[in-house]
């Protein structure tokens, strides 16, 4: 598969100065300060319903965030192995060459499967829930000219967090599927957990990524474009300082590759240079990008990332807007630049 990878090197912001190079790369309540910000959030529902919480991040959990009890493979669930136990099954077939269990019937669900190789979807309207993947490769599940598939309440996961580390844990290889739902799954050991540019993304847990020297990290790598996606609900840690928790910018950034029509709303997120790369690099127009209602843990840094919560960020874009965005540690407010 020829997927469009390794984009040119993008420059951070002048001041702070970031790393020249990126890549496709229990709770206090805080007395009775309510959730006026977060409440109004278009679409969204607040993470606290009457106060805001402080210092979520050590236990994402008792603050309602997606973490390890919440996502992933359902604990107690049985999993038939692939290739030990079986190697096929209604709409799949395992590859033992490329190590690929490979999906070509419209509509088939997986279930119940762990998977050590790839994952490759061909078809449309398949379902993958409560199956594990664990690879060492390029891809964990890779999506190549799909419609409406939903990875659901699967863990995908390297071998290691170094060498084994997986390249991209959940990739919509050409950057042309659509309908694409993310939801419930916990991801780790990755150099980019997620690359998807349009559709859903949805309560996931995106942790501990790991490194190969070389690397540029992204819990969410959007590549830019008009197509509308949602990230929401979930919890990103990049424990890394470089590059992001979710990155927006064109692979290609500058004046003719917009980026539009994203939101990223009631996350939990830390970690990275910056923490949300706003997709204005290098002069990319961009419109309709809502950043709302969002969490920045300082787990990692006192900025969140380790140059500050955002990069690129277009105030004067269309439809663009940075609102009830606050920080983990004490809920004040977090600027947008």
Do not use: E
């Amino acid at each position: 598969m020829t997927a469009r990878k390794n984009a040119a090197a993008i420059p951070a912001p002048p001041a702070p100065r970031a790393p020249a190079g990126r890549r496709l790369a229990g709770a206090a309540v805080l007395g009775a300060a309510v959730l006026a910000a977060a409440g109004a959030l278009a679409g969204g529902a607040a993470r606290a319903d009457a106060t805001v919480l402080t210092n979520c991040a050590p236990t994402p959990g008792t603050c309602s965030y997606p973490g390890a009890a919440t996502t992933g493979v359902p604990a107690g669930t049985t999993l038939k192995q692939v290739p030990a136990q079986v190697t096929s099954g209604p709409g799949w077939t395992w590859n033992a060459t490329t190590k690929t269990a490979v999906v070509t019937g419209k509509g088939t669900v997986l279930s119940g499967l762990s998977i050590s190789g790839t994952l490759q979807i061909n078809a449309d309207n398949v379902t993958v829930k409560n199956v594990k993947v664990t690879t060492g490769g390029n891809f964990g599940i890779s999506l190549t000219h799909t419609a409406g598939v939903t990875i659901a309440n699967s863990t995908i996961s390297g071998q290691n967090a170094t060498t084994g580390r997986v390249s991209y844990a959940i990739d919509d290889v050409y950057g042309d599927s659509t309908g694409t739902t993310i939801k419930a799954n916990n991801i780790s050991d990755f150099r980019t957990a997620v690359q998807i540019s349009t559709g859903l993304a949805d309560g996931n847990y995106i942790h501990d990524p790991g490194f190969a020297p070389g690397d540029h990290t992204n819990g969410f790598y959007v590549g830019g474009g008009t197509q509308p996606l949602t990230i929401q609900n979930n919890t990103i840690f990049d424990s890394l300082g470089q590059t992001d928790a979710i990155n927006l910018d064109a692979a290609t950034p500058g004046p003719a590759a917009p980026v539009a029509n994203k939101t990223i709303r009631n996350n939990l997120l830390a970690g990275g240079s910056y923490t949300i790369y706003a997709g204005a690099a290098s002069g990319s127009p961009t419109s309709g990008i809502v950043i709302t209602g969002n969490r920045f843990g300082q787990n990692y840094y006192p900025q969140s990332g380790q140059y500050g919560p955002v990069a690129y960020f277009n105030p004067t874009g269309t439809g663009n807007t940075w609102t009830g965005n606050i920080w983990d540690t004490t809920a004040k407010t977090v600027p947008s630049s």
